[in-house]
């Protein structure tokens, strides 16, 4: 066993410690093992534990192991030498991930809801130019699906979700939709947020129903810059909204009212 892999078995950095069985053990194993590779924790160049070292470790089968390392060389990672073991590679690119472990806060929620900005509010002027009926009856449903599920008395997440994602499918652009997809439900922060933090739930989400309306308007009377702006101050409008809240509840809320899994 080489020196570093022998400090790693006896300090071990988050990604070398027992996993649960809540999500996917490769999943879980291939995440870890990135994030310390970005924070520096394994340097570059230097050599993983062997596979039975891993699976002690992590307390997971050899397929796990083994289908972690692949998913990382296909990352870039880490290489593989035949007979030898896996190292952190030396060079190569680090792939643009989020990983939703590391969300574990509002204040990081709020820095994915900016970054979407930059996406989103393109995408609104590209559906206003480019729509056909089919978007806008799409687009449309999922505005009528968020105000009966308002008048449930729910929050609204899988719908709200919905409703920008057809916005997405209507630029005719496909990576516009690939994106949201990739950050996933959690661009919706109020998901993570206990009720008794918004005073008034339905009233809170009649506001965001009507910024909705002003965005679906501008789509459907083809504005392309209208719809821009109506996603800027939607948008824009949200992130203060939490950014009060997150003033209030500090940056790093206790585990019972912000969920790590459910963040964004």
Same mark, same amino acid.
């Given at each position: 066993?080489?020196?570093?892999?022998?400090?790693?078995?006896?300090?071990?950095?988050?990604?070398?410690?027992?996993?649960?069985?809540?999500?996917?053990?490769?999943?879980?194993?291939?995440?870890?093992?990135?994030?310390?590779?970005?924070?520096?924790?394994?340097?570059?160049?230097?050599?993983?534990?062997?596979?039975?070292?891993?699976?002690?470790?992590?307390?997971?089968?050899?397929?796990?192991?083994?289908?972690?390392?692949?998913?990382?060389?296909? !990352?870039?990672?880490?290489?593989?030498?035949?007979?030898?073991?896996?190292?952190?590679?030396?060079?190569?690119?680090?792939?643009?991930?989020?990983?939703?472990?590391?969300?574990?806060?509002?204040?990081?929620?709020?820095?994915?809801?900016?970054?979407?900005?930059?996406?989103?509010?393109?995408?609104?002027?590209?559906?206003?130019?480019?729509?056909?009926?089919?978007?806008?009856?799409?687009?449309?449903?999922?505005?009528?699906?968020?105000?009966?599920?308002?008048?449930?008395?729910?929050?609204?997440?899988?719908?709200?979700?919905?409703?920008?994602?057809?916005?997405?499918?209507?630029?005719?652009?496909?990576?516009?939709?690939?994106?949201?997809?990739?950050?996933?439900?959690?661009?919706?922060?109020?998901?993570?947020?206990?009720?008794?933090?918004?005073? !008034?739930?339905?009233?809170?989400?009649?506001?965001?129903?009507?910024?909705?309306?002003?965005?679906?308007?501008?789509?459907?009377?083809?504005?392309?810059?209208?719809?821009?702006?109506?996603?800027?101050?939607?948008?824009? !409008?949200?992130?203060?909204?939490?950014?009060?809240?997150?003033?209030?509840?500090?940056?790093?809320?206790?585990?019972?009212?912000?969920?790590?899994?459910?963040?964004?």
């Amino acid at each position: 066993m080489s020196r570093l892999a022998a400090r790693v078995l006896q300090q071990p950095p988050p990604a070398f410690r027992p996993l649960a069985a809540s999500r996917g053990l490769t999943e879980q194993l291939v995440a870890r093992i990135s994030v310390d590779i970005t924070a520096g924790r394994l340097p570059l160049g230097s050599k993983l534990p062997t596979e039975k070292e891993m699976m002690t470790a992590t307390g997971v089968s050899r397929t796990v192991v083994r289908e972690a390392v692949a998913c990382l060389r296909s !990352d870039g990672l880490v290489v593989v030498r035949q007979g030898v073991g896996a190292f952190v590679a030396e060079h190569g690119r680090r792939p643009f991930r989020i990983e939703v472990d590391e969300l574990d806060s509002l204040r990081e929620a709020l820095e994915i809801m900016e970054l979407r900005a930059g996406v989103e509010i393109e995408a609104a002027g590209l559906a206003a130019e480019r729509h056909n009926g089919a978007h806008m009856r799409k687009i449309a449903d999922a505005y009528r699906r968020i105000e009966s599920a308002i008048g449930r008395g729910e929050s609204a997440v899988d719908e709200d979700f919905s409703f920008h994602c057809s916005i997405a499918d209507a630029t005719g652009n496909a990576q516009f939709r690939r994106f949201l997809d990739y950050l996933g439900r959690f661009i919706i922060p109020r998901q993570s947020i206990r009720k008794s933090r918004i005073e !008034d739930q339905r009233a809170y989400l009649k506001r965001i129903q009507d910024e909705h309306m002003e965005i679906l308007d501008a789509i459907r009377a083809g504005t392309a810059s209208a719809a821009r702006a109506a996603m800027r101050r939607h948008l824009v !409008d949200s992130r203060k909204r939490y950014e009060k809240l997150a003033a209030e509840i500090g940056s790093a809320p206790p585990a019972a009212e912000v969920s790590s899994q459910k963040v964004g």
